[in-house]
Nanobody
Framework: QVQLVESGGGLVQAGGSLRLSCEAS????????MAWFRQAPGKEREFVAA????????YYADVVKGRFTISRDNAKNTVDLQMNSLKPEDTAVFYC???????????????????WGQGTQVTVSS
């Protein structure tokens, strides 16, 4: 089992920055692909970013490319999402997710992820 806990959400003005963090409670974190998704009210959950087990590969949704950066610290079992130049349309609940250990493929499909955090709200005011 993998438990994920997100933190760092909040209210920010357009153009501002936030840093989300996700802590995983698993001994196999260093072998897990990690990702961030988000879900806005009335919309489907959508992919934001993913990172390989050693941080060597990253993958971003086009709408956040150049503004968001995903990173991980395997010594601390954490994955972060640095969000800059935030826009009102970034408002959503952000979720940390992982397919679990031993599944190395980076994917943007919701179905590719088995474990999810409870989510953290990000609100960007105009």
């Amino acid at each position: 089992q993998v438990q994920l806990v997100e933190s760092g959400g909040g209210l920010v003005q357009a153009g501002g920055s936030l840093r989300l963090s996700c802590e995983a409670s698993t001994r196999t974190f260093s072998s897990c692909v990690m990702a961030w998704f988000r879900q806005a009210p009335g919309k489907e959950r959508e992919f934001v970013a993913a990172i390989s087990w050693n941080g060597g590969r990253t993958y971003y949704a086009d709408v956040v490319k150049g503004r968001f950066t995903i990173s991980r610290d395997n010594a601390k079992n954490t994955v972060d999402l640095q969000m800059n130049s935030l826009k009102p349309e970034d408002t959503a609940v952000f979720y940390c997710a992982t397919p679990g250990p031993g599944r190395p493929m980076l994917t943007m499909r919701v179905e590719g992820y088995e474990y999810w955090g409870q989510g953290t709200q990000v609100t960007v005011s105009s």
